[in-house]
């Protein structure tokens, strides 16, 4: 994999490059929490592209909340934007949660005939820059689904950040054409870059390991799953739920979704939507039978989907570790804690701080 070395004035300079060329996307700091906007005179320089994850996933940029799909009988023609996207300060969380609705929206394993123009037209129009995780917060959990707080794979380019700046990787067509674009900006990197590299993700990892030391598991969270449909667990932590389904939401990997008809004057026309697996009507059928009515059915069935499902078709874990579904639940419901107790009800060992 190519590196090259930005230094941190030419960082500036790259961006302001990027914003000129490209809708430019990152992270900025609204309230307590960082969300993706676009890039501006105002906001260049207000920019976190190296710290923790954002809490809107990116999936919003491929498979948006609500999008027309067709009129009665004509395709949606729905104005594009001219430019495309880059979407800068992605991090490892995400690139990962792309695996997943890659699978399902470009028909990889499921429904092979069933492609989704929609995602895939946005997908090849982006250019993903992720970023190592420099400042994780204390729900990230990256380290107990097996993945890593920096990226490897899934990027065009990678931004590791240093004293000095910038370690950039390369990893695509894409990647490699905005480097030759922008030749100038660019250097060579030493060993003494990728030792200070190396020594920030082994200190960050570590720091990971920490937060989540009294969660850990000596077993996966794919088998403390398999056959625990009916434990006591989903009954105690699904009282503290509301039904809200902001965890459906705001995860990066959670793809379900309905299509509604709208009237138009005299027209109707047809939406796409962003659904949840929680909500009491998700799986109701004709006639009104549902197969999961009680709240703890549908709770359980959330993590079955993301560590049971997923795996057995695709070999993937349906979850990314980004902690997002952990922050914004009104019940405070932790699911590494969910996870831990179904662990301690199987007689697993667990890390339990005194």
């Known amino acids: 994999m190519k590196e090259f070395f930005l230094s941190k004035d030419s960082y500036l300079k790259f961006v302001e490059n990027l914003s000129c060329e490209f809708s430019l996307y990152a992270p900025v700091q609204k309230g307590d929490f960082l969300f993706y906007d676009k890039v501006n005179k105002e906001n260049i320089d207000k920019l976190f592209v190296d710290l923790r994850r954002t809490i809107h996933p990116i999936k919003s940029f491929f498979i948006p909340p609500q999008r027309r799909v067709s009129e009665y009988f004509i395709s949606s023609s729905e104005k594009r934007e001219e430019k495309k996207k880059v979407i ?32 895939m037209e946005a997908r090849k129009e982006t250019i993903l820059i992720s970023s190592d995780c420099m400042d994780p917060d204390e729900n990230c959990f990256c380290t107990l689904v097996q993945s890593k707080p920096f990226p490897e794979e899934g990027f065009d380019l990678n931004l590791s950040n240093i004293e000095e700046g910038f370690i950039i990787q390369v990893g695509s067509e894409k990647g490699e054409e905005l480097i030759e674009a922008f030749r100038d900006l660019f250097s060579s990197v030493n060993k003494d870059m990728s030792k200070k590299r190396e020594k920030n993700r082994e200190k960050i990892f570590k720091l990971l390991e920490k937060i989540n030391k ?4 000596s077993s996966s969270y794919r088998e403390l799953v ?50 949840s697996c929680l909500l009491a009507g998700f799986a109701r059928v004709a006639g009104g039978a549902n197969p999961r009515p009680y709240l703890f ?9 993301k560590f049971f499902f997923f795996p057995e078709n695709i070999n993937l874990d349906a979850c990314t570790g980004c902690g997002r579904c952990i922050s914004v639940c009104p019940g405070k419901i932790d699911m590494r804690k969910v996870l831990r107790d179904l662990a301690i009800e199987k007689r697993v060992t667990v890390s339990l701080e005194k």
Do not use: M
């Not at 792309?98 to 028909?107: A, E, P, Q, S, T």
């Not at 009294?214 to 598991?217: D, Q, V």
């Open 88 to 119: 800068l300060g992605v991090k490892n969380c995400d690139l990962n949660a792309l695996k997943i609705l890659d699978n399902v929206y470009f028909g990889e394993e499921f429904g092979r005939e069933y492609k989704d123009p929609y995602y």
């Open 214 to 217: 009294k969660f850990k598991t």
């Open 297 to 305: 059915q549908r709770f359980a069935n959330r993590l079955f989907c």
């Open 226 to 275: 398999r056959d625990s449909y009916d434990s006591s667990v989903w009954k105690k932590y699904s009282e503290s739920c509301v039904e809200c389904g902001g965890c459906n939401q705001i995860c990066p990997t959670c793809r379900c979704f309905l299509l509604s008809d709208k009237k138009r004057g005299e027209k109707y026309e047809k939406y796409y939507l962003w659904d």
